[in-house]
């Protein structure tokens, strides 16, 4: 069975920095595309990164240059590594990977606040 497991997140000042860290398990993701996205309160979840199994990575216009994902196959792990955090990046952060269906892990929160 997949699971996804997100930790990293936290409370953090505009400016600031946060590692998001995916754990998967259930299945062998080396040759899958793994995605971050988030969810601001009181708007829909969107994407925000995704990165593919040969690690060419995309983002949204508003996080390109602050955000890099980035995966470790060998350890199963996706990660996102958030600079110059602005509060409007305020949000529960999910991984997905999309494996026969879509998985979700539970989301972790970060809050950017002075």
């Known amino acids: 069975q997949v699971q996804l497991e997100e930790s990293g997140g936290g409370l953090v000042q505009p400016g600031g920095s946060l590692r998001l860290s995916c754990a998967a398990s259930g299945s062998n993701f080396s040759g899958f595309t793994m995605y971050w996205h988030r969810q601001a309160p009181g708007k829909s979840r969107e994407s925000v990164a995704y990165?593919?199994?040969?690690?060419?990575?995309t983002y949204i216009d508003s996080v390109e240059g602050r955000f890099t994902i980035s995966r470790d196959n060998a350890k199963n792990m996706l990660y996102d590594h958030m600079n110059n955090l602005k509060t409007r990046d305020t949000g529960i952060y999910y991984c997905?990977?999309?494996?026969?269906?879509?998985?979700w892990g539970q989301g972790t929160q970060v809050n950017v606040s002075q």
């Open positions: 990165i593919t199994p040969d690690g060419a990575t």
């Open positions: 997905k990977v999309v494996v026969e269906k879509v998985y």
